[in-house]
């Protein structure tokens, strides 16, 4: 079902001219909102060169008491270079990875069940060198 579900990159933070470098050198922070009858995936284009570390994933609470989420990253030949697995809802999710970006990488966020509650937002912070 076509909703009002929406995937935006809402800050970027590039440090890789500062001196000394600071680990991580650069942030992408992604905001998903969903309404309370959506449970489209949803995906965002980004354009990051470097390596990514680190990915935190912020899931809501949900009324539906089951829902789940994943989280893709494709790169711009479509392989899955990073997948979440299914991931609880009303919870913070770290990963610890070491995946080369180049170019376009997709990030699809994908719910397993609607929400059930209106303007849900689900946060994603990518990190790397």
Do not use: C
């Amino acid at each position: 079902m076509a909703g009002d579900e929406t995937l935006t990159l809402t800050d970027s933070e590039d440090l890789r001219n500062e001196q000394p470098l600071i680990r991580p050198v650069w942030t992408l922070d992604l905001t998903s909102t969903y309404d309370l009858n959506d449970s489209d995936a949803i995906t965002l284009e980004i354009r990051q060169n470097g390596v990514l570390r680190h990915i935190t994933i912020v899931i809501p609470v949900t009324t539906t008491g089951s829902t789940t989420s994943q989280i893709l990253l494709k790169n711009s030949d479509g392989a899955i270079i990073f997948d979440s697995g299914e991931i609880a809802e009303n919870d913070t999710h770290n990963f610890a990875v070491d995946i080369p970006l180049s170019g376009v990488t997709t990030v699809s966020l994908e719910p397993s069940n609607v929400a059930s509650t209106g303007g849900n937002i689900t946060t994603i912070k990518l990190q790397g060198v």
